[in-house]
T-cell receptor
């Protein structure tokens, strides 16, 4: 059984650029959630994808968007990057209707 | 009402001691309370979780105590070991909808050898 895999592990982008982060969910899981973890803070819910559609969204602007693919993998896209977007982005997979996230190790995004 | 308040921010414990981390919530609709452990460079990993119909749950050296009337819950780590040194997050969630988690701000635990 494979866990959650995220890529890349680290990324440096310039303010105003766009970024795409990728996540492969754990085998058997059909739901993917994305969280933003700022330095020294707890993870904050960005959105969740189920059946290739957004299934809920936290308090993040529309420039944060995502996709889920038929194999349940997912992408997080962030447009018009701002300095405050610098954070660890965590992908978590789960089975719809059940508690229990499996988190990936995250992508550390630095915006300069 | 969506916040989960966690304390202390950091904690230093001697090997073999008891580590205690506290969390408080406002929204009584929350019905699932997990604790996550996070090592540097890794994602959070589920440690133990409790539902509000239970006042205590124990798994090995880890115990959650839950006080529904006070809207508080705590993690106790018995016989703390240097390998327990990590950041611990409490969270609260609903058993419906997205099942999204509201995380506390974390407690950085250091266990001295």
């Amino acid at each position: 059984e494979t866990g959650v895999t995220q890529s890349p592990t680290h990324l440096i982008k310039t303010r105003g650029q766009q970024v795409t982060l990728r996540c492969s969910s754990q085998s058997g899981h059909n739901t993917v959630s994305w969280y933003q973890q700022a330095l020294g803070q707890g993870p904050q819910f960005i959105f969740q994808y189920y059946r290739e559609e957004e299934n809920g969204r936290g308090n993040f602007p529309p420039r944060f968007s995502g996709l889920q693919f038929p194999n349940y993998s997912s992408e997080l896209n962030v447009n018009a990057l701002e300095l405050d977007d610098s954070a660890l982005y965590l992908c978590a997979s789960s089975l719809a209707g059940l508690h229990g996230y499996t988190f990936g190790s995250g992508t550390r995004l630095t915006v300069v | 009402q969506q916040q989960v308040k966690q304390s202390p921010q950091s904690l230093i414990v001697q090997k073999g001691g008891i580590s205690i981390i506290n969390c408080a919530y406002e929204n009584t609709a929350f019905d699932y309370f997990p604790w996550y452990q996070q090592f540097p460079g890794k994602g959070p990993a589920l440690l133990i979780a409790i539902r509000p119909d239970v006042s205590e749950k124990k798994e090995g050296r880890f115990t959650i105590s839950f006080n529904k009337s006070a809207k508080q819950f705590s993690l106790h780590i018995m016989d703390s070991q240097p390998g327990d040194s990590a950041t611990y997050f409490c969270a609260a969630s609903y058993t419906s909808g997205t099942y999204k988690y509201i995380f506390g701000t974390g407690t950085r635990l250091k266990v001295l050898a």
